[in-house]
């Protein structure tokens, strides 16, 4: 059974399946500052739902403590109903959720292929583990299947570092996907990008919907109200609002706090 969302992503629907990821109560100090102030929210699954808020509205600290890199002072995080809130990264992503970081993060020195075949090691039983990395027929058809869809085959054993800026954010998205995450944390992918990079970043952010479940941070206000299906506002460290993009935008106290005016 297909259903289409709100905006017009097709996805195949699960009557009375349980949101894929769950926030209860999260929450963080750091010294007098609550950067994240007890924060709830869902996530469907096959869904894009926008984090936004100003700078300094704890979005970036908020992935963090989904992702494992810091421990909350309270609350839980919780990936197909099951409490992943203390352990730490490596255990998050092998429980299926995989994230992007806001300043691009990969090994420039090596190809594109090898930075994908790297993520994509996961992937391969452990009986593979002291076996040459050519014999990694699993990781490397993953790496061809990236390549492929990210459009970076003819650049495939290019150095990372040679990329422009608008192929590096998308190879960086692709290496998030190598390991097959049910959970994509993606911050700020387009950050930094020309409008022509921009436009095919939203454009496979949305087809990546129909795979995997995508959270992610943006600031492009029009690429949220077109790209997302679910949005959540933050500010000063606080839950503002959530709702379908139209409402969100229409919300006074939204308005207010991110627009700037009533």
């Given at each position: ?67 494992g890199a810091l421990r909350p002072r309270a609350g839980q995080v919780l990936i197909e109903g099951r409490d992943h809130t203390t352990e730490p990264p490596y255990r998050v992503q ?169």
């Amino acid at each position: 059974m297909t259903e289409r969302t709100t905006t017009g992503h097709v996805v195949t629907a699960h009557p009375g399946t349980a949101p894929i990821l769950e926030v209860r109560h999260l929450s963080v100090s750091f010294g007098g500052l609550r950067a994240v102030d007890d924060v709830s929210f869902t996530v469907a699954r096959n869904r894009i739902t926008t984090v936004i808020g100003p700078n300094g509205a704890g979005k970036s600290t908020l992935f963090n403590l989904i992702s494992g890199a810091l421990r909350p002072r309270a609350g839980q995080v919780l990936i197909e109903g099951r409490d992943h809130t203390t352990e730490p990264p490596y255990r998050v992503q092998a429980a299926g959720l995989a994230r992007s970081f806001q300043i691009t993060n990969l090994f420039f020195e090596l190809s594109v292929a090898e930075n994908l075949r790297q993520a994509a090691q996961i992937l391969e039983p452990r009986s593979m583990m002291w076996r040459p990395i050519g014999a990694s027929r699993t990781a490397h058809a993953r790496v061809d299947e990236l390549l492929e869809r990210f459009g970076l085959t003819a650049k495939a054993q290019y150095p990372a570092g040679k990329l422009s800026h608008g192929e590096q954010r998308r190879l960086e998205v692709a290496v998030a996907l190598a390991c097959r995450p049910k959970v994509l944390l993606l911050d700020e992918p387009t950050q930094g990008m020309s409008h022509g990079d921009t436009q095919d970043t939203a454009a496979l952010i949305t087809s990546l919907a129909a795979d995997v479940t995508v959270l992610l941070i943006e600031h492009d206000i029009g690429l949220v109200m077109s790209l997302s299906d679910h949005v959540i506002v933050m500010h000063q460290g606080q839950k503002l609002a959530e709702g379908a993009p139209r409402d969100v935008r229409n919300n006074p106290a939204v308005q207010a706090a991110y627009f700037g005016h009533a």
